[in-house]
């Protein structure tokens, strides 16, 4: 018997000035989403921006439903959103931010276990490294790659 470690690491900023531009830009874009999120029932607004290798930037936002299940996050709603647009561009980063009563929240909303398994996936797909950006008005933290979020990736079939 073996004991393994699996050992994370991110980095943290205190504001959107300390990140590299591209990283701001994309950063800024999941904040401006989240006002363009239907979420009548938790009302917990949450924005996402995918931005692709040609530097193009999507964005998504948590769309909620009276019949609970059939909403959807913010993150996989720009990430199908850009499978679908740009089949051939990789995902670079994904950034985002959730907001309550029009505020920016102080921590940002980490991606539940759907939105990591698709983030895994697309990022296996492309064969490049996704990076996350969670944004929130204290505190950003920014993960190099899906695997930090999600180790031990499923990817066998
Ligand atoms: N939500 C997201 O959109 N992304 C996350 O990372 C966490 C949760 C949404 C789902 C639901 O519409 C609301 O936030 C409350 O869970």
Redesign the pocket.
């Given at each position: 018997m073996t004991t393994k470690e699996i050992k994370i690491t991110y980095q943290e900023f205190n504001s959107l000035d300390e990140l590299q531009p591209e990283d701001q830009k994309v950063a800024e874009a999941a904040i401006d989403a989240i006002s363009h999120?239907y979420?009548p029932?938790?009302r917990?607004?949450?924005g996402?921006a995918v931005l692709l290798e040609n530097g193009t930037i999507v964005k998504g936002?948590?769309?909620?439903n009276a019949a609970y299940p059939s909403?959807?996050?913010?993150?996989?709603?720009a990430m199908f959103y850009a499978s679908h647009q740009y089949p051939d561009q990789s995902m670079t980063c994904i950034a985002?931010a959730?907001g309550q009563h029009g505020v920016l929240c102080e921590h940002a909303?980490?991606?539940?276990g759907a939105?990591r398994q698709v983030m895994a996936q697309y990022q296996t797909r492309s064969g490049h490294p996704m990076a996350v950006l969670l944004i929130g008005s204290k505190k950003i933290q920014k993960f190099e790659k899906i695997d930090d979020l999600l180790p031990l990736i499923f990817d066998n079939i």
């Open positions: 999120s979420a029932y938790s917990f607004n949450v996402a936002s948590n769309q909620e909403g959807l996050c913010a993150e996989r709603t985002i959730a909303a980490s991606p539940c939105c």
